[in-house]
């Protein structure tokens, strides 16, 4: 399945990309995350909770940075596995100024889900997994524009 | 008197349904053994995987979890690959890669079943993704990857199969005026028998005797291959009791060997413990044998006045990641050279390709013998689509081009001796019930109101009964029939045979031929089937074979009691056995009918009173080879109509008429039309197996998976016609497939003889809401 998007983000490019290639806060968007352990400063664990409707399952994610060109763009692939189920994702970013203090981020997501959670739940999983992406990307933007997220 | 006994042609009620109808059947699931542990196995979730590691640790700390067996333990006893039917090896788990999704990868032993899926969430395995290969067509390209590295041979081609005249038929299709062609791909299905796959093993450590009790068609076959596969470990073959008690739906998928078999079996050698493995409905749907799956390109020639003349089918079978499928050593596309049908064709050459692809086993004979759906539903909607050529009405196309009833036996071009037939007989009748002129002119009218309403025959041709030994055999093992009678002093019976029933009837029917044969009544006979200890060997049931080959072997060994009691009638009324008749269901002086002894009164002196000379007791056994195989036929003639504005497909009627020889049981015989007609309307409108591009089975739940409930199922009208084989002792021909064989056909030549009038040639099955609405669409006349 291939999702992307762009968001316009109130928030300068720097911080945009300290932002999505810091594990702990990138994670914090994933969704249902149990918990982040980073290994180095390219590799980290993600547990985290996801599947169609009924169908739910905890993933163990091995989440690793392939490419980081600061501040402009980065590629993230996890892969997962869950008792009879499995994920892998390719996800890219792209930063470009869009004026002061704001950022264009394009991004890209390609994902792959094998297993129980993809033939049993095959009739919901395209419209699933796209609002999960959506989600994702929302909450990137959401907590870069927070008036909190300056300080942090 | 035939009445009273229950004899051949009798409506006898099913013996078997007393336990069944009070829910005392006893499956596999209902046997329960003290200090019974349970297996539940680990599936892959990818299509194509190296496996980089597996973590038991978790597993094995929950308490009740005894063992975790993985491919790795397998080697050291030479278990990780077993043989399958049809001469390739399977995985019996990965050592290091997998090669399809919901393949096992390990299995868990726990105290209870649902500690052991407790177990099996709590491996850990990781996996490294290898590129899927999920479509047929595309793995047999030069750059697909290879799917069986383990193999000698570098592509994904397992092997060619052909048959027939290649020059012969090219040159007839120069010459011919007119030549049709059409891609048919009849879909993977599933065979969805209300019970799963599953086994209870018991090794007794001390005297090396291993018992099972597991559903399979065919238990002797299973024992020796347990033999085979496992002789090295001790298992030795009459050490080796294998039990196959009631069983809740064939249809083929009972008669591969899956690994959960084998684990469960080496999980109790393991243990020393009693084990149960049963199946849950989602490893039954994705992961056990799959049906059809055949890529087909068929081309008929013919003359301008509509004689058909050659034909030439080229076929893709996706067969999945190992060649497991039980089809006769020789016969790797099965009996698919019946696609010539009921015409008498002057050349066919058929090919088809067996094709690796990272999907679950396939090719197994569901509710077939081996092809013959494939076969049938390519050759009935081709010359549908000749007669939408010539502008000539399909019914007559094929009365025109039917071999006449006076060519039997007839020599089909592919080399099949047809043993009898009466096609125009069985199309006539057809036609005749179910008023076929009016329904044409029903049609046309309604055409020209816009409605749309179509009328679909298939005239089929089966052949079914493997088989003769000089062609067939599974393993080497000979695929003859067998029966054992013994005749006990009272005068009851005993029959013991080598095939099995899921549900045919064989506890009636096959106790009806020896009422007849003996002239005892149906009652006093125990039919016993499926207990390798004492039924007499034989290779089980399938492919309509039970009633050609065991049926026929029930006869003989019944004749030869008869002979046997010949010379004890003769003594006890003191006459010349020369001088003593059977008739009447009884022993007679010729010409003296007062001068009589009944089966039971010989039987009686078997045992009390035999004459000098003659050996005590009164049984027999045969081992039936038969000299042909039998070829069912029938004629099926149903009328839609279609919904323009869902799309949906209504079955309005459907006629069928059988020739299966002469008739057991009546009630049976018209009980297997109907459950056979059900799932030919399945794969017909309903039923597909698919998979996306990274291999996930798509539909792998009764959710996705439409099966045909009461609702979609029309109300089935039948009639017969009866030419009996001659070769065959009672003229009996087998009837358990043909519905499923001829329907759907006949269903899809309706849809779209309904949609002709608007371009439309072919559709491929099934033919879902979806679909037609889409042609609808395309064609302007949806609502």
């Keep these: ?60 994610l091995d989440v690793v940075f392939t490419e980081l060109r600061a501040p402009e763009h980065a590629a993230v692939r996890a892969r997962g596995q869950a008792p009879g189920s499995a994920v892998e994702m390719t996800n890219t970013f792209e930063l470009a100024d869009a004026g002061p203090g704001r ?23 395209q419209g699933a997994a796209d609002k999960l992406t959506q989600q994702v990307f929302a909450c990137i933007k959401e907590q870069l524009e927070a008036p909190a997220a300056a300080t942090r | 008197m035939a009445v009273e006994i229950g004899g051949i ?58 063992a975790v067996i993985t491919g790795k333990d397998l080697v050291p006893l030479k278990l990780e690959w077993m043989p399958t039917l049809m001469g390739d090896k ?102 969805a028998s209300i019970e799963t796959c599953g086994m209870v093993a018991q090794f007794d450590k001390i005297d090396g005797q291993l018992t099972v009790w597991m559903t399979t068609q065919a238990p002797h076959a299973i024992r020796t291959v347990i033999a085979l596969v496992a002789g090295h470990l001790g298992l030795a073959e009459h050490k080796i009791r294998v039990i196959s008690p009631d069983i809740g739906g064939g249809f083929g998928g009972k008669v591969p060997v899956y690994p959960g078999y084998v684990l469960t079996i080496g999980a109790s050698v393991l243990t020393g413990l009693p084990v149960k493995w049963i199946e849950d409905r989602s490893e039954n749907i994705q992961a056990d044998s799959f049906a059809r799956d055949y890529h087909i390109t068929a081309e008929l020639a013919a003359k301008k006045d509509g004689t058909m003349r050659a034909l030439r089918v080229k076929t893709v079978a996706d067969h999945g990641a190992f060649d497991a499928a039980a089809n006769p050593s020789k016969f790797p596309a099965g009996l698919f050279g019946i696609v010539t049908g009921s015409y008498p064709f002057e050349k066919a050459f058929v090919e088809v390709d067996g094709v690796y692809t990272n999907k679950p086993p396939g090719g197994i004979a569901y509710r077939c013998s081996f092809r013959v759906t494939e076969a049938a539903f390519a050759i009935e909607r081709l010359v549908d689509i000749l007669a939408l050529e010539l502008k000539r009405d399909p ?21 099949w001796e047809y ?46 009964g493997a088989g003769p030994s000089k062609h067939f055999d599974i393993l080497g093992l000979k695929m003859f029939g067998s029966c054992e009678i013994r005749v006990h002093p009272t005068g009851k019976a005993t029959v013991r045979l080598g095939v099995k029933s899921q549900g045919q009837g064989h506890e009636t029917t096959f106790g009806q031929i020896v009422a007849e044969e003996l002239g005892l009544p149906v009652a006093d006979i125990e039919v016993e089937e499926g207990d390798t200890d004492t039924a007499p060997y034989g290779l089980g049931t399938y492919a309509s074979r039970s009633t050609p080959v065991a049926g026929a072997a029930t006869a003989v060994a019944a004749r030869k009691i008869r002979e046997k009691g010949k010379l004890i009638a003769a003594h006890l009324l003191e006459a010349s056995p020369d001088d003593i008749e059977w008739k009447d269901y009884k022993y007679q002086v010729k010409g003296v009918p007062a001068k009589s002894k009944t089966m039971a009164e010989v039987a009686f002196a078997a045992y009390t009173n035999h004459p000098q000379g003659v050996e005590a007791g009164l049984e027999a056994v045969d081992y039936y080879d038969p000299p042909n195989l039998t070829f069912p036929f029938g004629s099926y003639i149903c009328v839609v109509d279609i919904d323009k504005g869902t799309g949906e497909v209504k079955v309005r009627r459907f006629f069928a008429v059988d020739d299966c020889g002469t008739i057991i049981n009546p009630m049976i015989v018209e009980g297997q039309i109907h459950g056979g007609l059900t799932m030919g309307l399945a794969p017909a409108l309903f039923e597909e197996i698919n998979y996306d591009k990274d291999g996930n089975i798509q539909g792998g739940t009764f959710m996705d998976y439409l099966l045909p409930t ?38 899809a030549n309706a849809v779209v003889d309904a949609l002709a009038h608007l371009g439309v040639r072919h559709i491929d099955i099934p033919i879902t809401p979806w679909k037609v609405q889409r042609i609808l669409k395309e064609k302007g006349v949806a609502e």
């Design chain 2, 710 to 747: 009461a609702m979609e199922t029309p109300s089935w009208e039948t009639a017969k016609t009866t030419t009996p084989s001659p070769h065959h002792p009672i003229g009996a021909k087998g009837v358990g497939e043909s519905a499923t064989v001829g329907a759907p056909a006949a269903i």
């Design chain 1, 1 to 60: 399945m291939h999702f992307e998007g762009t968001a316009d983000i109130g928030a300068p490019r720097e911080r945009v990309w300290a932002f999505v290639t810091d594990p702990e806060k990138v994670s914090r968007c994933g969704p249902d995350v149990q918990s982040v352990a980073v290994s180095d400063a390219t590799h980290f664990k993600v547990v985290a909770r996801a599947g169609v409707g009924p169908i739910r399952t905890t993933f163990t």
């Design chain 2, 9 to 66: 042609g009798h409506s006898v009620q099913r013996k078997e349904d007393a336990r069944f109808i009070r829910g005392r059947g006893n499956y596999v699931d209902d046997v329960k053994l003290p200090g019974m542990v349970y297996l539940d196995i680990v599936r892959s979730p990818y299509a194509h995987a190296r496996i980089v590691k597996i973590d038991t640790s978790k597993a094995l700390a929950i308490p009740g979890v005894l």
């Design chain 2, 90 to 191: 399977q995985m019996v788990l990965p050592t290091d890669t997998v090669m399809y999704q919901a393949q096992e990868v390990a299995a868990v032993v726990a105290t209870e079943r649902y500690i052991a899926a407790d177990g099996v969430a709590a491996v850990e395995v990781e996996y490294e993704p290898l590129p899927v290969v999920v479509d047929p067509i595309k793995a047999l390209l030069p750059d697909a990857p290879v799917i069986r590295e383990d193999r000698a041979q570098k592509n994904n081609q397992i092997w060619h199969w052909e048959a027939g005249d290649k020059a012969g038929t090219d040159k007839a299709f120069r010459e011919s005026d007119v030549v049709v062609k059409q891609d048919i791909y009849i879909p993977r299905i599933v065979v």
């Design chain 2, 395 to 415: 019914a007559d196309l094929r009365l025109q081009n039917f071999i006449p009833p006076q060519a039997f036996p007839f020599m089909s071009t592919l080399g």
């Design chain 2, 419 to 464: 043993d009898s037939g009466n096609y125009a007989g069985a199309l006539k009748l057809a036609m005749d019930k179910i008023g076929y002129a009016a329904l044409r002119r029903e049609q046309a009218e309604k055409r020209k109101r816009g409605e749309l309403m179509g009328i679909g025959i298939s005239s089929f041709t089966e052949i079914v």
């Design chain 1, 103 to 125: 950022t264009t981020m394009r991004w890209a997501s390609d994902v792959t889900v094998s297993g129980m959670i993809a033939s049993v739940g095959a009739r919901l999983m």
